[in-house]
């Protein structure tokens, strides 16, 4: 990777002498460009061949595989479930999301503790996480697919109004809420422009680049580590893994990003 | 145990283009921990590429390439169907060698 980064910064340098002479390329083109130069050889790619082989693997005190688990289109579907998610299940009678789904599957199928389940949610340094790995395999099987996530159930239309509370609550020592930094157009931190979720092609966009492979972090991140990230810089109170506040929030932005292309996991700086 | 290696091998024009993700730490010695301790360097220290039997890529690496590291080259003389072999040693002596056909 090591190579590529100063190949990157070698082609955007020489790009922007070129450009210099024609016309001024932004700090987003230019971000764009090192994200493609990346992107041919993204590690997500390790997570998902780890998570193929552990969705198939027997573990678990029932020594069971989650071949079985149902992900809202069958069980043992995988391809394009997760452009679904999160919607209503009756065997647990609430919303889930895709973490919380294979929570409930680890449970169920594999006859593990909620606790243990629930217990090593994401990745760090020298921990590699089951969870990261079948979150990234699954997604990967959805990639391409249309979002197209359901508001039938009263729990699915309870969960987004919900979701929709918390993006608007403004609250911590900075009176901050979601859409403080997500609500208008062109704001950024530091370098990197947030989307606007309050606009579908924005929305769109964000919900379809996650999960993603952090190459400042060399991590493979989730969507739940995603809102847990946002969370921690809104100075909140940690937002629990899976917590019904959790799916709530990610019911919101997933329906309201139904309609664009889901194209994860993505490679981000 | 490593982790499998991501290979891709394809013609590209009269020559093979190979791509390869490897699964690893990459730990530069430099870094401490949150106790301030010295996380101990461990890192890939070699990288073979063969092809049937003829090595078409040697590499010494260092703690400098990053973590979960991504290697790209081309050589000539493959053909489709063909077999290109990668091996990598790290400085605790462990290895991983995956293998991928020419597409």
């Known amino acids: 990777m090591n190579r590529l980064i100063p190949l990157a910064c070698a082609l955007g340098a020489l790009a922007a002498a070129t450009a210099l002479a024609q016309q001024p390329r932004s700090a987003v083109e230019e971000i764009e460009r090192y994200r493609a130069a990346l992107g041919d050889g993204n590690p997500a790619e390790l997570w998902e061949a780890r998570g193929e082989t552990l969705w198939k693997e027997q573990r678990g005190p029932k020594n069971a595989s989650l071949e079985r688990c149902d992900l809202g289109l069958g069980p043992g579907v995988v391809k394009g479930a ?106 950024r931190i530091r370098l990197q ?34 809102l847990n990230d946002c969370f921690r810089q809104q100075r909140f109170p940690e937002l629990e893994f899976v917590s019904p506040a959790s ?10 990003s139904n309609g664009g292309v889901f194209d994860a996991p993505s490679i981000k700086r | 145990m490593a982790d499998p290696m991501k290979i891709r091998a394809a013609m590209a024009g009269d020559k093979v283009e190979v791509k390869v993700l490897m699964s690893h730490e990459m730990e530069s010695g430099q870094r401490k921990d949150a106790k301030g301790q010295t996380i101990p360097a461990w890192f890939i220290q070699n990288v073979t590429a063969t092809h049937n039997g003829r090595t078409v890529l040697s590499a010494e690496w260092g703690p400098a390439v990053a973590k979960n590291p991504f290697l790209s080259f081309r050589f000539a003389g493959g053909k489709p169907g063909d077999k290109v072999v990668i091996t990598w040693t790290d400085n605790h ?9 020419i597409a």
């Open chain 1, 193 to 226: 422009d947030l989307p606007n979720l309050m606009k579908t092609s924005d929305a769109q966009r964000a919900y379809g680049s996650w999960p993603a492979y952090r190459v400042s972090q060399g991590e493979l991140r989730s969507f739940q580590w995603r």
């Open chain 2, 93 to 101: 002596g462990d290895k991983r060698t995956d293998e991928a056909t």
């Open chain 1, 82 to 187: 997760y452009a679904v998610l999160p919607k209503y299940f009756p065997d647990s009678d609430k919303v889930e999301d895709l973490e919380s789904r294979l929570v409930t599957c680890m449970v169920t199928l594999q006859g593990l503790k909620p606790e243990d389940a629930r217990k090593d949610p994401f990745g760090g340094p020298g921990k590699k996480v089951p969870m990261d790995a079948l979150v990234a395999y699954i997604t990967s099987q959805s990639r391409g697919m249309t979002m197209n996530v359901a508001l039938n159930h009263p729990k699915e239309k309870e969960a987004y109004e919900v979701g929709k509370k918390i993006f608007f609550y403004r609250a911590g020592p900075h009176d901050f809420g979601c859409v403080t930094c997500h609500g208008a157009d062109n704001q």
């Open chain 1, 247 to 256: 799916i709530a929030l990610t019911m919101f932005l997933a329906r309201n």
